[in-house]
């Protein structure tokens, strides 16, 4: 199995701009999640679907944060406009119902400018 | 908002030394994980153990939960310079949601 897939792995914008991260989870996962860590606030659950459902997104910082899982294998992140606070790491991870290991992507760094 | 408090925040000793990190929470928890994360790397899943376990063993790592006091503990032992990385302890409170709230981590580092 190839993993959770995240494109890019790096992104730098400047601030206003409108950035769109992508996931991939693992086939047959149930669960997709979506994080992000800083050093000042650590690792933050922003967002999870459960069959491409929106079921918590309770950690969205702001409207200006956006998430869809327009099918079973594809989910994006997206943020419009960007500012330089959200500078950070996004990961996507990606869960089977019934089990409890989360897998995780590498990780998209985004740098706004 | 952070579930898990982990102490200490950095750990530093020699190649076959054992490293102990700690983790305290505030609620009730389903299950206790542990994930480790090497340097510019996603977090990779290491031990899971559950409200009703007090102790879990997998080679080298050894878990402990203690429900009451609502703290549990990662024994790496004969460690590796292979083992440098941070280790983030993560709750689950329901097994329903699949939601997990990561603690700030350790970073430790294995001398060679």
């Known amino acids: 199995d190839a993993g959770v897939i995240q494109s890019p792995r790096h992104e730098v914008t400047e601030m206003g701009q409108e950035v769109t991260l992508r996931c991939k989870p693992i086939?047959?996962?149930?669960?997709l999640f979506w994080y992000r860590q800083t050093m000042m606030r650590g690792l933050e659950l922003l967002i999870y679907f459960n069959n491409n459902v929106p079921i918590d997104d309770s950690g969205m910082p702001e409207d200006r944060f956006s998430a869809k899982m327009p099918n079973a294998s594809f989910s994006t992140l997206k943020i419009q406009p960007s500012e330089p606070r959200d500078s950070a790491v996004y990961f996507c991870?990606?869960?089977?119902?019934?089990?409890?290991?989360?897998?995780f992507g590498p990780g998209t760094r985004l740098t706004v400018l | 908002s952070q579930q898990g408090e982990e102490d200490p925040q950095a750990l530093s000793i020699q190649e076959g030394e054992n490293a102990t990190m700690n983790c305290s929470y505030k609620?009730?928890?389903?299950?206790l994980q542990w994930y480790r994360q090497n340097s510019g790397r996603g977090l990779v899943h290491l031990i899971l153990i559950r409200s009703n376990e007090r102790e879990k063993h997998s080679g080298r790592l050894r878990v402990t939960l203690d429900t009451s006091k609502k703290s549990s503990s990662l024994l790496i032992t004969a460690s590796r310079a292979a083992d440098t990385a941070s280790y983030f302890c993560?709750?689950?409170?329901?097994?329903?949601?699949?939601?997990?709230?990561f603690g700030q981590g350790t970073t430790l580092q294995v001398k060679p």
């Open positions: 609620t009730s928890i389903n299950n």
């Open positions: 086939s047959g996962h149930d669960y």
């Open positions: 993560a709750t689950d409170r329901s097994s329903n949601t699949g939601k997990l709230i």
């Open positions: 991870a990606s869960r089977r119902i019934k089990t409890d290991t989360q897998y």
